[in-house]
């Protein structure tokens, strides 16, 4: 059973930063990209960052310049870096996993984190 966990959330002062961290366990053989995503109360799932397995990144408009998201292969976990945090950055934000393969001759399947909750204080 393939899962992910994600850790490093918490409440911080505006400016603040934090770094997420997301490890995906189970049996493994590949996984192609791998993202944060938040949500807001009341708002809808949002992109914040991607990154595929040769290392491209993907960045929301809104976080580019603060936030960085690296991964560890060999772990198999995904890391988002938070910095000059802002209240509107408040959100419960979830590790995705996409086209996880268990074996080379199965098809990629996604998964998805629980959350962790970050909240920025003014």
């Known amino acids: 059973q393939v899962q992910l966990v994600e850790s490093g959330g918490g409440l911080v002062q505006a400016g603040g930063s934090l770094r997420l961290s997301c490890a995906v366990s189970?049996?493994?053989?590949?996984?192609?990209?791998m993202g944060w995503y938040r949500q807001a109360p009341g708002k809808q799932r949002e992109l914040v960052a991607t990154?595929?397995?040769?290392?491209?990144?993907k960045y929301a408009d809104s976080v580019k310049g603060r936030f960085t998201i690296s991964r560890d292969n060999a772990k198999n976990t995904v890391y988002l870096q938070m910095n000059s945090l802002k209240p509107g950055d408040t959100a419960d934000y979830y590790c995705?996993?996409?086209?996880?393969?268990?074996?080379?001759?199965?098809?990629?399947?996604?998964?998805w984190g629980k959350g962790t909750l970050v909240t920025v204080s003014s």
């Open positions: 995705n996993a996409d086209n996880v393969r268990r074996n080379w001759y199965e098809n990629g399947m996604e998964f």
């Open positions: 189970g049996r493994i053989f590949s996984i192609n990209a």
């Open positions: 990154i595929t397995s040769g290392g491209s990144t």
